[in-house]
Every structure is written in C-alpha cells, then in structure tokens.
C-alpha cells in the first residue's frame, strides 16, 4: 500500500510537471496514427500559417500504444487513430467528449514487397510461397494494420501459416521500413504508407478486407484547450485538410 | 504467462553468449590498451567507448546499415554464406555484446594498469615464458578488476533493448528479450504481463548485482582511483 501511494505521488508529481511545462496558450497536443505522419505535418504547417500564434504538437505511434499513453495520463488535446477498436476503447474510459467523434479518411490494406523483390504475389495464399521467410505484421494487440491484416489471414484460413513467418513490428512505418531495407520479403501497410517510399516499395496486391479501414478523430475530455482542439479538428475535416490528406493517398470516409 | 519465461530464458542466453564473447574480447582489448604501446591508442579507447554514452537507437541503426540485407558486411556474409543476422537471435548477441564491451575492456585495462610490474618481472627473472607470466601472475592479479566489470556487462547485456528491437525485432520465442516483451506488454496495455516481466527482470537484476558486489569485495570501490 505505502508503496503504491508513493508511485502515485510520484505520477502526479510528473504528470503536474509535464502539464505545467505544456499549457502554453495556442499550444496542441495531437497524438495520431503513424500512417498521418507526413500528411498531418502538413496539416499542422498549413494550420500554424492560418492561426497566427498556434503550436501544434505532433505525437505520432500506433493507435494501441497512443491510447495507453492517454490511458495513463498523457496529455493529448486531439486523437485520431487508424481504427475504430482503438477510439471505442477510448470512449469507454470516458476519454473523449461525448458524440465529438468523427471519421474523417479512409484507407487501404496492401502486401508490399521491396522493390528489387523477384517475388510474383497477387494474394494472400501467394504468401505461402517459400521465397516469403519473413513478413512484417504490426502486432495485433497496439497496431491496427497488423489487427487488420491478421483478420484477413485468419478469414482466409492462413494465420497460423504466416504467423510463423511474421516479425512483429511497434508501427505500421516499422513494418514499411523494415520492407523498404529489404530485410524482410514482405509487409502488410496502407496504400498510403507504400505511397511514401516509392522508390524503395511496391505494392504486391490489395488485401479484400470485410469491414471498410475508417479513421475516426475526436478531441479529448480532458483538453485544456478545448475551443483550439475543435477549431484543429474542424480544420482536419475541412476542404483544406482534406486536400492535403487526399494528396498523401487518404480516400474521403 | 509462457510468454515471460521464454523471453527470459532468451534474455538469459544473449545475455550468457554476449559477455562470453565479450569476456575473451574485453580481456584482450584492455591488456593491448593498457601494455601497448602504438599511435592512436586514445583514440582507439575513445571509439570502444562510444556504446557506452551513444543512444542505444544509434547504436542500433550503425548495425542495421552495417550487417542488414543491404549493409555492407550483412550483404557479403548473406551472398558468401547465407547468413542473416537480422531478427535472429544472433543479431540480438551482437547488439548486446556491442552494448557492454566497454563494461568489460574499461575495467580490464584500468586492472592491467593497477598491476605491479615488479611482480612480473620477477617472475620472469625466475624463468617463466612470457605466456605464463600472464596466466599465473598478471591475469590472478587483474582478475577480480574484470570479473567486476563483466558483471556489470551481463546486467547491462540482460537489459538491452534499443539496438536490440532495431536489429533482432519482437519476434515471441525467437527474439523477444524480456525488456522488449515489457515494451510491448505496455503498448497493448497488458498490465498484468508486464507487472510479471517487470517482476522477472528486476529479481536478477538484484540477483547479478548482488553476485558482482559479493565475488569482487570492496574492488569497485578501489579501481576508481
């Protein structure tokens, strides 16, 4: 018992700290899913030129391991996550504002193959092929693309077979760079992922997936910055950000 | 809870193999630092160091460029003998091993320095070959100095987890180390597994500690000066 109120005293300790070294007036704090990284630093660019004085603070992992960052106290004004399990689980901890929550892209699950890669791929079963030792999967308990890709797997009857070839990554970019090095024959990211990395990445083949990939964005309860945090997501939402998000490959929700 | 069991029995044996290899290294990288004599010998020093105040993450990417599919050494080695370090066990041995070599070398040759060279060369006046001078006088003179420090190199082994996750990955049961099955515990919010590998890795902690302060009595305290 002494104990525990000690790590909690400790936690406050921290949590006030780090709290009162962020309440800068006009600063927010974002956490979203790795696969925005470039489109929503562009965002925020785009977002700071139009609000003079306006700080956006980008914090970007896979959605699992965001969520237990806020879950244990981070503080985050605005989440946006590459799945909706993750923004559920959210609001069942009463994280978020009430009915604030709204899908604002979509997404495709792809096999990408380093470019180089003699492989010949064009669906799942294609994967057993000897020539795929190794296959980047985000781990399905925090990374939403490695939950989306084991459910395909699963739906087709191979995730026993692939889970023995899979390296489990912490991100969806981990799973894109690894393929990108060539040091592993295949990965499953989102079209917009494979679309950053070009001339290192091809996309294999699509993967059919039962349940669309929406993202959901939603602003934070617990916000000290409310009228900031909504005026950020209404941008994200707005023609502007989503021109940006659609020049990065997202498809409108 | 197997999860946790395997990766310690992982953690275990890259930890086992990494300060092996780094005793045998270690060992001979601190005699050459602390008898030779030879240009750049500080500087020298200087690089070996770098693991041991350079970011894990650096130490790890250094590696993946280093021996990955497409990294200098990692291409030759996987076109001459098909071997693949990366996401094996293996890569996680020399993402350890590279960790803790200063851990090693620094004490051996701080102990090497501390020996008093009259004792060897009366042994090498009684007639003793320059091999066994080494064997019988200087190294059971050094030796507490190094046990010491291979010590701390085995705990510090044990923990790695920057470098490691880069070049070895999170793959359970084949490269997932305890620190890393900590991290991803915690990513997913299990709690419950993490208080357990938390558990684990803080009891040999203390365990390897408490060996190192009990087989080198008052030795660390000395070497300092």
Partial sequence: MGLRRITKEVLAAIVFAAAAGCAHAGELTVSAAASLTNAFREIAQDYEARHAGSKVLLNFGASGALFQQMAKGAPVDVFATADQETMDKAERQGLLVAGARQDFVRNTLVVIVPIESTLVLEDLRDLRQPGVARVAVGNPASVPVGRYAKRALEGAGLWSVIEARAVGTQSVRQSLDYVARGEVDAGFVYATDAAVMRDKVRIAFEVPIEVAIRYPIARIAASTNAEEANRFVAHVLSPAGQAVLSKYGFQKP | ?225
């Fill in chain 2, 1 to 225: 809870m197997d999860t946790a069991w395997t990766a310690l029995a992982l953690s275990l044996q890259v930890a086992g193999w990494a300060t092996g290899i780094n005793l045998v290294l270690g060992v001979a990288v601190g005699l050459l630092l602390a008898r030779g004599r030879f240009p750049g010998r500080d500087l020298l020093d200087t690089v070996l160091t770098l693991p041991m105040v350079m970011p894990p993450t650096v130490l790890g990417y250094y590696l993946l460029v280093l021996i990955g599919r497409h990294g200098t050494l990692g291409a030759w080695l996987h076109e001459t003998f098909g071997i693949n370090l990366i996401f094996t066990l293996k890569g996680a041995v020399i993402a350890a091993t590279v960790v803790s070599f200063p851990l090693v070398f620094k004490p051996a040759r701080a102990a090497f320095e501390a020996v008093d060279g009259q004792l060897e060369q009366a042994a090498r006046v009684l007639g003793l070959a320059e091999a066994a001078v080494f064997f019988r006088v200087t190294l059971p003179l050094a030796w507490r100095g190094i046990l010491a420090g291979v010590l701390l190199a085995f705990a510090r082994a044990l923990g790695e987890f920057g470098a490691t996750l880069m070049v070895a990955g999170s793959i359970p049961g084949k490269t997932q180390t305890l620190s890393v099955a900590v991290y991803e515990a915690v990513q997913a919010g299990q709690d419950d597994a993490a208080n357990l590998l938390v558990l684990i890795t803080s009891v040999v902690c203390i365990a390897v500690l408490l060996g190192a302060g009990r087989l080198a009595p008052g030795r660390i305290a000395n070497r300092a000066g």
